[in-house]
């Protein structure tokens, strides 16, 4: 089945980059006609929508990060990836990458385990 | 951005109660609502979509109902399983959504 694998630094320094990649197994980023999203979750908070994007590249993100927020998708390496600039300790959460279905009300599907990024000094 | 207000925030209840946890949207989702499951330290998990669609594999005892802005999750017969944090979250516009979440833990 189906299987989604985050990874990318467990830390990053303040004023950097965060950078994680999904892999995606047992299936391909480029059928179904899928979204492919970034959320996340700061420690004992809530979930939030960063973005998401289509194997056709088309993509979306949220309005509050969108100025810092990239994502991309790569079909011959099966991944999508997310990049967030100029992190502060505020951007600290799991991060989950998960696949938005739209045979399915638009909703999550598959999700994830998640990554903690920690942004510290 | 559409707000997903969830209620309560948090309950404790027994092995066999009946919880229902309701969700508000801040303006009409029509039937784009969904509820996730998450346990702790785990990935959250799709319980129901399109509001009233129960995943499969999802035990029978979960049930959503509602549409336009109010939404609501019921779980009978709770069991010991259940207890975890549940979420709310709309899909009908970008940025996506979700309600604060409701943790049930036992009484």
């Known amino acids: 089945q189906v299987q989604l694998q985050g990874s990318g630094p467990g830390l990053v320094k303040p004023s950097q980059t965060l950078s994680l990649t999904c892999a995606v197994s047992?299936?391909?980023?480029?059928?179904?006609?899928?979204?492919w999203t970034w959320i996340r979750q700061r420690p004992g908070k809530g979930l939030e929508w960063i973005a998401y994007?289509?194997?056709?590249?088309?993509?979306d993100s949220n309005p509050s990060l969108k100025s810092r927020v990239s994502v991309s998708i790569d079909t011959s390496q099966n991944q999508f990836s997310l990049k967030l600039t100029s992190v502060t300790v505020a951007d600290t959460a799991v991060y989950f990458c998960?696949?938005?279905?739209?045979?399915?009300?638009?909703?999550?599907?598959?999700w994830g385990r998640g990554t903690l990024v920690t942004v510290s000094s | 951005d559409i707000q997903m207000t969830q209620s309560p925030s948090s309950l404790s209840a027994s092995v066999g109660d009946t919880v229902v946890i309701t969700c508000r949207a801040s303006?009409?989702?029509?039937?784009?609502l969904n509820w996730y499951q998450q346990k702790q330290g785990k990935a959250p998990q799709l319980l129901i979509s399109?509001?009233?669609s129960l995943q499969s594999g999802a035990p029978s005892r979960f049930r959503g109902s509602g549409s336009g802005t109010d939404f609501t999750l019921t779980i009978s017969s709770l069991q010991p399983e259940d207890f975890a944090t549940y979420y709310c979250?709309?899909?009908?516009?970008?940025?996506?959504?979700f309600g604060g979440g409701t943790k049930v833990d036992i009484k």
């Open positions: 994007i289509h194997d056709t590249g088309s993509s």
């Open positions: 047992g299936g391909s980023v480029s059928s179904g006609g899928y979204w």
């Open positions: 399109s509001a009233s």
């Open positions: 303006r009409s989702i029509g039937g784009y």
């Open positions: 998960a696949r938005e279905s739209p045979m399915d009300g638009e909703s999550l599907d598959l």
């Open positions: 979250q709309q899909s009908y516009s970008v940025p996506r959504t």
